[in-house]
């Protein structure tokens, strides 16, 4: 059961991607390479904690998700992205 649960946080992480591409179409450009470097970041420390700790392998997309609403939130409020 626990090595399922840290596959499942790696599989996670691939939605998020998704999301993080997507973003281009609302935030510039430099907001989007900075989203890469964050998953580049999550999935460094989902596969090095993917045996020893899984659930934390698991909490790492919502961390990412969580992180992504807040940067499109606080972009919007302060530095007026739109789509």
Same mark, same amino acid.
């Given at each position: 059961?626990?090595?399922?649960?840290? &596959?499942?946080?790696?599989?996670?992480? +691939?939605? @998020?991607?998704?999301?993080? +591409?997507?973003?281009?179409? /609302?935030? *510039?450009? &430099?907001?989007?390479?900075?989203?890469? @470097?964050?998953?580049?970041?999550?999935? #460094?420390?989902?596969?090095?904690?993917?045996?020893?700790? *899984?659930?934390?392998? #698991?909490?790492? *997309? @919502?961390?990412? #998700?969580?992180?992504?609403?807040?940067? #499109? &939130?606080?972009?919007? +409020?302060?530095?007026?992205?739109? /789509?």
């Amino acid at each position: 059961m626990r090595v399922a649960l840290g &596959w499942l946080g790696l599989v996670g992480l +691939v939605p @998020l991607l998704f999301l993080y +591409v997507v973003s281009g179409l /609302a935030v *510039p450009w &430099w907001a989007v390479v900075g989203f890469g @470097l964050v998953w580049c970041l999550l999935l #460094l420390a989902a596969v090095r904690s993917r045996r020893r700790r *899984p659930l934390l392998t #698991l909490a790492m *997309p @919502l961390l990412g #998700l969580a992180l992504w609403f807040a940067v #499109l &939130w606080l972009g919007d +409020v302060f530095l007026h992205w739109t /789509a």
